[in-house]
């Protein structure tokens, strides 16, 4: 089992950054590729970045690349997504969530674990 808690999110202004956090606990954290999702009102969730378990794969999606870095700590087994540039479109609740596996995916049914979520909000 992987207890998951991610923490940053909150209200800024378009343009700002903000820098997420997420904490795993219960499971060999190195071993987990760990993703980024995102759910705005309305719409599906959808893949924002992910880490391979040796953070030696990196993926983002279109619309956050060259804005987002997605990064890890094993030895503090946390996931981090740095932001810059936010959007008002970024506004969304974020995911953290961890695979079973190493690969990494895009695909959020490969996922097996997944955060509370914490709430960004992007104001013009």
């Known amino acids: 089992q992987v207890q998951l808690v991610e923490s940053g999110g909150g209200l800024v202004q378009a343009g700002d950054s903000l820098r997420l956090s997420c904490a795993a606990s219960g499971r060999t954290f190195s071993s987990s590729a760990m993703g980024w999702f995102r759910q705005a009102p309305g719409k599906e969730r959808e893949f924002v970045a992910g880490?391979?378990?040796?953070?030696?794969?990196?993926y983002y999606a279109d619309s956050v690349k060259g804005r987002f870095t997605i990064s890890r700590d094993n030895a503090k087994n946390t996931v981090y997504l740095q932001m810059n540039s936010l959007k008002p479109e970024d506004t969304a609740v974020y995911y953290c969530?961890?695979?079973?596996?190493?690969?990494?995916?895009?695909?959020?049914?490969?996922?097996?674990?997944w955060g509370q979520g914490t709430q960004v909000t992007v104001s013009s």
């Open positions: 969530a961890a695979d079973r596996s190493s690969l990494l995916s895009r695909n959020a049914d490969r996922y097996d674990y």
């Open positions: 880490i391979s378990g040796s953070g030696g794969s990196i």
